[in-house]
Structure formats: C-alpha cells, structure tokens
C-alpha cells in the first residue's frame, strides 16, 4: 500500500496493531528467524506510518499546530519595528501612509498562508 493511499485512511486503532504485532510474533515462531525480521520490519513501517497519520490528523484538528500563532506575533513585532525605523529615518513628521509601507509586505505574507492553509 503506497504512502498517499495510507494518509487518507484512518490510523489504525490501538487494538488493531496489537494484533498486527501478535500475528507478526507468531509468525516469527513459526516460520523461524529469517523471515520474523522481514515480518518486524513491516510492521515497525505500518506502525510509523500509523503515528504520522495521527500526528496529521491532529494538527489539522488544532488547526496547523503552534506556526499559526507564531506567525501573527512575529508579524505584530516585525510591523511595528519597521514603522519605528521608517519614523526614525524620515523624521517627526512623517505621513501616516509612509508609516503603513512596513506593512505592505507583512500583509501579504499573512494573506499567503491564509490562503494555503485553508487548502
């Protein structure tokens, strides 16, 4: 099963990889030591892929993880920080629309990942 096919089912249940990894040991026992490690290696590959999906599903649940509060704090810093070097360099006097040129590209930087975390 590809990887692309696994990210859009649902991780397996606690129960379900118990029982995969009880198959996986009576198979060891069975069929001996040569094919128990091709049977482990399998199952520790599903079992990652299980904890992906969940952490996957998780983020999506909190709504992309701790990025989309970081990034409206760095913007609010970052913003203000450059009006207070565009104020410093062009002096007391300045337009209030020269003040807003920090926040031009602060905009859109936030509208970008508005825009690709909602797809």
Do not use: C
């Not at 009006?83 to 007391?92: F, N």
């Amino acid at each position: 099963m590809d990887t692309e096919h696994r990210q859009t089912e649902d991780p397996p249940s606690d129960a379900q990889l118990r029982r995969e990894l009880q198959a996986v040991v009576a198979a060891q026992q069975e069929l001996g030591e040569g094919f128990g490690i091709e049977l482990a290696d399998a199952f520790v590959e599903r079992l990652h892929a299980s904890i992906d999906q969940r952490i996957e599903a998780r983020l999506k649940k909190r709504g992309g993880g701790s990025f989309s509060l970081v990034l409206p704090i760095v913007s609010l810093a970052a913003g203000l920080l450059g009006m207070g070097i565009v104020s410093a360099a062009v002096g007391p006097f300045v337009g209030a629309g020269t003040l807003l040129v920090p926040w031009i590209p602060i905009v859109a930087i936030n509208l970008v990942y508005a825009i690709r975390a909602r797809h």
